[in-house]
């Protein structure tokens, strides 16, 4: 099954070693990996092929990782059912651009070097359907996060 | 503008800010600028014969006063012999701050002599690592490694220092408040401690699972006044011996492979199952689908990782066990109902029917020196509070079983790891935090093999630490699997081909002798714990005893292995001839 991990850490980059490590001692399957720098840290986003328990281990194990701020965890899921979308593009891709003028009310979760992470709202969900013929989307919603609330937009958008 | 100092001195500054009084270490080329400054610095230094011995030493300090303990070693060869015992701190999350020299910083990443990744190989080993680039920034770096060690689940931090790092110069600005105050962790809300508060009222047959996190949040009073209040008995991990005293009527002893019979079925039996400050470890469950099926499940810990993680449980509070046991206790005072006490009687009878059926204990009759025996008799003749630390094998399940705890921090083992060598390095780093009281190193002549040249340290700083070796003439833990799971066959477990013990301590200048027969044990007591003198005892206990119960691999709590029986009836008062003797 198909995870997105998405990780807050201060401007240590021990934390996103830790995060390397424990994808190799677990064996877990990057898809995409991405990272940003933020002011005070980076933004760390990994697309990942594992089992469910081991993204509980991994969300558990992060969450209390030094350096970490912030942790969640996606799962793969129909587009109905779908509050987030990762799309994975060109950054200078007239298609991303067109997405993000049609959810207008979507918050930007992470973006770096053509990969974004949007929290939609729930009304969006069948054009994200309709757009994903162009551009490669993966419909997500959100299992595990330290935070209780989606971030505002901005958070890792240096690149955007 | 205030006086530049040198990177050296602003470290020794930084720890003194953080009440370090003594470090345990070993000189080498990059550090020698620290040694230096260290010679007038006014904070102890005990000179260790192999690096592990250092940071079991600081693990044992922080163990025993719940304060870090540091350990300093140079570059490559230094830094990596800390490894196995920072493993062991951050399996048992002990605060411990090992400060490592690094090459000059224009060396590193050159294969310079005496250059490991130290920051790399430590990174799983420990909560978090610093590498130190300038002096400046000694001050807040030592300040967030302390903070780091002591906040939330403690752990050990190590702090990586370039020796063009302590030759710098600069002005330090040290932070306060010093020393640094841990991060409180509390997530969970009223709502969740009444929740907690109704299972526990509503339980008949509640049992509490205690682990090393009620010592490390100093809540051994607010565990005693919860079990008392509740009438919940309480079984401790090999982690939480002392939290709760052993000889308290609601004792239950140790739970898991080695826990004694009435305590596992009672696990197996509760309808309530509050575990505190333990981590759910595959030693205490056995197979998971097996443990406590019968029970709702609360779990009280500072990590939340650690909720759910290895068993599902019906509520967790994530939060300091003082604080939540705390709010536990004063929610119960407010509650309309009370728990049923008459019910909690039936329970707690239903438990010590259990206990008569299977006691712990051994063959009070034997010619051989019972390993068991010699435990006891060290508990009968020790302060009540002397401290313990134990090394890894059989004889350390025995002292679990047999030496009666009272108080928390008085129990130090390497528990999650496992590391044989660490019960003499601990006891030792115990010794420099209380001089005055009696430390006693209870060892298997296999792991004492490993860290024995620490002996001269003993001698060298008159650490009066007393070892007493439980010498089996094997590895005597895997002689017992070999023989119980692997058809006795013995593979590469005998070590008849040892250095006589006694010799060898005299070799150092301490007193040591043999006991080889049972009458003999407590005389050699009673001198032994006599003087405040490093002493060795070499116990030539039974080679062919065993621990009981034990919970075969794969095997459910339910599935122990229980030794029959032999004498049950008359154990005390034969103890007690023996003594008087």
């Known amino acids: 099954m198909q995870w997105l991990v998405t990780l807050e850490t201060d401007n240590d980059m021990i934390a996103a070693c830790r995060l390397m490590n424990i994808f190799r001692r677990k064996g877990v399957k990057i898809g995409t990996f991405a990272l940003a720098t933020r002011p005070a840290g980076f933004s760390i986003m990994a697309v990942v092929e594992t089992a469910e328990t081991e993204v509980a281990y991994l969300f558990n194990f992060l969450r209390r990782t030094a350096g970490v701020q912030h942790v969640s965890c996606y799962r793969h899921t129909p587009a109905a059912n779908a509050s987030y979308v990762l799309i994975d593009a060109d950054p200078h891709s007239s298609s991303v651009t067109r997405i993000l003028e049609t959810f207008p009310h979507s918050k930007l979760i992470f973006a770096s070097h053509g990969k974004y992470l949007l929290e939609i709202p729930a009304e969006s969900q069948h054009e994200v359907l309709a757009e994903s013929a162009d551009t490669d989307i993966l419909p997500l919603a959100r299992v595990m996060s330290t935070q209780n609330a989606a971030r505002p937009a901005g958070v890792g958008a240096q690149a955007f | ?581």
């Open chain 2, 1 to 581: 503008m205030g006086k530049a100092l040198s990177g050296s001195e602003i470290l020794l500054e930084s720890l003194h800010r953080q009440g370090v009084r003594v470090v345990f270490g070993l000189p080498g080329g990059v550090v020698l600028p620290l040694y230096d400054a260290l010679y007038s610095a006014g904070i102890g230094h005990l000179l260790v014969r192999h690096e592990q011995a250092a940071a079991f030493a600081a693990d044992g300090y922080a163990r025993a006063t719940g304060t870090p303990g540091v350990c300093l070693a140079t570059s490559g060869p230094g830094a990596t012999n800390l490894i196995t015992a920072l493993t062991s701190a951050m399996m048992d999350s002990i605060p411990v701050v090992a400060l490592t020299g690094q090459v000059p910083a224009h060396l590193v990443g050159k294969d310079a002599f005496q250059e490991a990744d130290t920051i790399g190989i430590s990174m799983p080993s420990t909560k978090r690592s610093f590498l130190v680039r300038s002096a400046a920034e000694i001050p807040q770096i030592i300040h967030a490694a302390f903070k780091t060690a002591v906040s939330g689940r403690p752990g050990p931090v190590l702090v990586d220092l370039p020796k063009t790092v302590f030759l710098d110069r600069a002005e330090a600005v040290y932070l306060t408040p010093s020393p640094a105050p841990p991060e409180q962790v509390q997530e969970w809300t009223e709502a969740d401690i009444k929740a907690a508060a109704e299972l526990i009222v509503d339980s008949r047959r509640a049992v509490l699972y205690v682990g090393g996190g009620v010592i490390s949040s100093n809540a051994a009073d607010e565990l005693r006044q919860f079990a008392e209040m509740t009438h919940i008995p309480v079984t401790t991990t090999l982690m939480g011996l002392g939290a709760f005293p052993s000889r308290h009527p609601l004792s239950l002893g140790m739970l898991g492979m080695h826990g004694s019979y009435a305590t596992n079925q009672a696990i197996c039996n509760c309808d309530l199952l509050v575990a505190v400050g333990a981590r759910f470890d595959d030693r205490v469950t056995g197979r998971l689908d097996g443990f406590a099926t019968r029970s709702k499940k609360i779990h009280i810990d500072v990590d939340p990782a650690e909720v759910n993680k290895n068993v599902a449980v019906d509520l967790g509070l994530v939060g300091d066990a003082r604080e939540t046991l705390a709010a536990l206790v004063a929610e119960l005072k407010r509650a309309p109902r009370t728990p049923a006490h008459a019910e909690r009687q039936q329970w707690l009878q239903r438990i010590e029917t259990w206990r008569a059926e299977h006691p712990l204990t051994y063959d009070h009759y034997a010619s051989t020196v019972k390993p068991q025996y010699v435990i006891e008799t060290l508990a009968h003749y020790a302060d009540e509070r002397a401290i313990v630390a134990v090394d890894v094998g059989q004889h350390q399940m025995w002292a679990a079983q047999f030496y009666k705890m009272t108080y928390p921090r008085t129990w130090l083992s390497s528990s999650g790891l496992g590391s044989m060598g660490y019960g003499f390095p601990a006891a030792m780093g115990a010794q420099m935090a209380f001089p005055d009281r009696q430390v006693i190193a209870i060892v298997g002549d296999g792991g004492f093999q490993m860290t024995l040249n620490d002996l001269a340290t003993a001698v060298q700083y008159r650490v009066p630490v007393k070892i007493a070796i439980i010498n089996n003439r094997a590895l005597g833990m895997v002689r017992q699997w070999q023989e119980l799971f692997f058809e006795k066959r013995y593979c590469d477990i005998d070590l008849n081909f040892a250095p006589d013990f006694v010799k060898l301590a005299e070799s150092y200048g301490i007193r040591a002798a043999r006991v080889e027969h049972r009458t003999d044990v407590v005389d050699a007591v009673r001198d032994f714990l006599s003087d405040r003198e490093p002493r060795l005892v070499d116990f030539w206990v039974d080679p062919a005893e065993n621990v009981y119960p034990i919970i075969p691999p794969g095997a459910s709590l339910a599935e122990m292995v229980v030794e029959p029986p032999r004498f049950v009836a008359e154990e005390e008062e034969v103890l007690d001839d023996l003594w008087a003797v």
